[in-house]
């Protein structure tokens, strides 16, 4: 409805800013932190400890989001001029006002957002999944609602989507409620940084700020850089991470989200076997579930684009460049996905100390790629950049665990290895062979482009695992040895 212009990038603008602090102090830092000491207090302490553990975190977390929030109201525009530094070179002050404007309405999500990775982080521990996982979900509704309802309301002005997000955290926020009153653990909030839980996670979280969210920071790092670009590169780089972020939530989240808990509580009952194995599990279905999703990315990024994007206002030239950046993101899948699994193999154990080395070496590596490659490939060398860092990211987090013998390989490795990659192989020969040129998808019609975009993902769907079953993978193979 909007395009990819001026205006849709003061509106990503103002929207990353509170997004990634939401990465710090919601589901990056505070949640690697709280989950681990939250499972200790459910497994070694009573009800009345735990309970006012719970209220204590909730009052000191409340209250530190909200000064932040508050103080990002009041400092919008030094906000937006840090984060856009290009638009202040170019004296671009109708963009910057634009993106102060709506910042100040998307500020304060940082604090509901907050709070709701605080009620999900309480709800995973109890092995209570599906209401954090839903709760996303309400963003995505609300924004499309604002889209629809408020912005002809307001001469289709973008300013509707920032109070989409606005609305968003209030109600994803309070729709959790319920559900940790059924736990028995709906908070009194009651600020005390004093409280050891509360300093524990304090200590967890500082070195973690930086290191579990350094895709972030590396995507926002991107967005600064590409504010030195055309109008519309970072609309064409935020349309791409959505795509990218598709299979990334579904497989890297939820690994993360499930696993975290699991590996908390085998460190807690110091149980090393079967901390390895939900580690190998969770390895596994990353590799199994991974790699096809970035192959089909890859070889349909123009196809994804032009189906979901493609209008009056986002053309042949918007389809194009995002579909570049798109694949650059796409090559960093499987890294990103990784990255997810192996974090909290260190967060379980409370080591916050590797993942930061790890993650400034990362920072430096990408912040280095991004100023080689942004001259020859625009936009597309900024996500280029964040892919190849995050592989680097992976590795080096994958050598951690393995030299501090938390987690052992199982054997069968080679073996998945030669299933998925022939699996994989087929399906992106059937993909290159069948799929038409970009040309097609631009110019036919919306219900064309979505009948071939479906028929040739479930073709690609069936001919992966058709050959995963023939080379002998089963159902059963996905359930791990006893490690969840």
């Avoid at 009345?48 to 909730?58: G, I």
């Avoid at 089909?296 to 684009?305: D, E, K, R, S, W």
């Avoid at 460049?321 to 960093?332: D, N, Q």
Wanted: proline share 5%; aromatic share 12%.
């Amino acid at each position: 409805m909007f395009g990819a212009n001026a205006h849709t990038d003061a509106f990503f603008v103002a929207f990353k800013i509170p997004n990634f602090l939401r990465r710090l102090f919601a589901e990056g830092a505070f949640a690697t932190a709280f989950v681990p000491v939250l499972s200790e207090y459910r497994t070694q302490r009573d009800y009345r400890e735990l309970k006012d553990f719970v209220d204590h975190v909730a009052g000191s977390l409340g209250l530190v989001t909200l000064a932040v929030s508050l103080v990002g109201v009041v400092a919008a525009p030094l906000f937006v001029s840090v984060f856009a530094f290009g638009w202040v070179l170019d004296g671009d002050s109708d963009k910057l006002a634009l993106a102060a404007e709506m910042l100040r309405l998307t500020f304060p999500y940082l604090f509901f957002i907050s709070m709701t990775a605080f009620a999900g982080g309480i709800l995973n521990a109890h092995d209570r999944f599906a209401v954090p996982a839903f709760t996303p979900v309400l963003l995505n509704v609300c924004l499309i609602g604002a889209a629809l309802g408020l912005a002809p309301l307001l001469d289709g002005s973008i300013v509707a989507l920032a109070w989409g997000v606005l609305v968003a955290g209030i109600t994803q926020f309070t729709f959790q409620l319920p559900f940790l009153n059924q736990v028995k653990l709906l908070p009194r909030p009651r600020p005390d940084f004093g409280d050891p839980g509360v300093r524990r996670i304090l200590t967890l979280m500082l070195p973690a700020l930086f290191a579990v969210s350094v895709t972030q920071i590396n995507l926002l790092f991107d967005t600064v850089l590409a504010s030195f670009l055309v109008s519309g590169s970072i609309s064409w780089l935020y349309y791409s991470d959505r795509l990218m972020e598709f299979p990334l939530g579904i497989l890297g989240v939820a690994l993360s989200t499930v696993i975290l808990p699991k590996l908390s509580r085998r460190q807690a009952e110091a149980d090393g076997v079967t901390f390895s194995r939900t580690l190998d599990w969770g390895l596994r279905m990353t590799v199994m579930f991974g790699v096809p999703a970035a192959i089909g990315l890859i070889l349909l990024a123009g196809p994804m684009i032009a189906t979901l994007f493609q209008s009056d206002v986002f053309d042949a030239h918007d389809v194009a460049m995002a579909e570049r950046s798109l694949m650059a993101y796409s090559l960093g899948l499987l890294a990103f996905i990784l990255i997810k699994v192996l974090a909290p193999g260190f967060y379980a154990r409370q080591d916050t100390r590797t993942p930061v080395r790890i993650g400034v070496i990362a920072m430096l590596v990408n912040m280095v790629l991004n100023l080689l490659l942004i001259f020859p490939l625009q936009h597309a060398g900024l996500a280029l950049a964040t892919s190849l860092a995050a592989y680097l990211n992976a590795f080096l987090l994958l050598r951690g665990l393995r030299a501090a013998q938390a987690y052992r390989p199982l054997q069968g490795w080679l073996r998945l290895g030669l299933q998925v990659g022939a699996a994989a192989l087929l399906m992106g020969a059937l993909l290159a062979w069948s799929s038409p040129q970009l040309d097609w998808w631009v110019e036919a019609g919306r219900i064309d482009r979505v009948g071939r975009l479906g028929g040739l993902i479930v073709a690609a769907m069936a001919v992966y695992f058709a050959v995963l079953f023939v080379a002998g993978v089963r159902p059963r193979d996905l359930r791990g040895s006893g490690a969840v």
